[in-house]
């Protein structure tokens, strides 16, 4: 087993893929069914033929999350593959904000716009018992997706195919993970995002705006690029939200946006 660790770190390394090692070792935990520590626990043990099967996806730079299909997310493991994004680190930031902007209500309703996996409707349900979350995704795909994942996870979340307008049904919070890369910086990306992500849910300008116009809401919570914030929170402050606010992320970058009706 170590030498097959060792031939895959070099397999991964050749393909271009950031953290060979540490993802030779969530592969061979993944198919042994224990923690990348447990791996080392069993360094005698056969390799099962799956394997091979899954590293071959990973050196064709298929995302992780979506090898070993499920990923996690804050308290959550969410079902994962090429219908919705991969849930980002950064995005556990945006439902930190969502949360306590919430505190203090026992009954909110919540609207996630562009929901995916559906994360974030997921996890502001699973850590605030009296939220009454619904999440809408324009992608059949998606909404498919996330309603495996509710089921899995036995969650009281509405889910709706749908886009903006539904943010003009009024709620108590409205949060969205929008589009927000450009067509320039797309073809910058890994190939991860690039050969395998639904681009749909990634490119996209002005949809923030669109959604902050349209939200009948007490609050507005947004994810955004690192470089958009300063203009996206300035946009939110111009449609007359006040206490509006940017939270760094994880690696200390402006990446949530907030808002509050006047």
Known sequence: ???????????????????????????????LGTSRSGVYAQAEREVPGTWQVLLGRRCRREPLAYVLGEWGFRRLVLKTD??????????????????????GDPAPRVLDVGTGTGA???????????????????????VELARENVERLGLDVELRSGGIDIAGEGWDLVVSNPPYVTLGEWNTLQPEITE???????????????????????????????????DVAGMVASLGYVDVAITPDLAGKPRVVEGRRA
């Open 82 to 103: 090429a219908r919705a994004l991969v849930p980002r680190p950064e995005t556990e930031v945006v439902v930190e904000r969502c949360l306590e902007l919430l505190r």
């Open 196 to 230: 395998w992500e639904p681009r749909d849910a990634l490119v996209g300008v002005g949809v923030h705006e669109r959604i902050a116009r349209v939200a009948k809401t007490r609050f507005l919570v947004f994810e955004t690029h690192e470089c958009q914030a300063d």
């Open 1 to 31: 087993m170590r030498e097959a660790l060792r031939l895959a770190e070099r397999q991964l390394a050749d393909a271009g893929v950031d953290a060979p090692r540490v993802d030779a070792e969530l592969l061979l935990a993944h198919v």
């Open 120 to 142: 974030i409707a997921f996890a502001i349900a699973d850590e605030h018992a009296g939220a009454h979350v619904t999440a809408v995704d324009t992608s059949s795909a998606a």
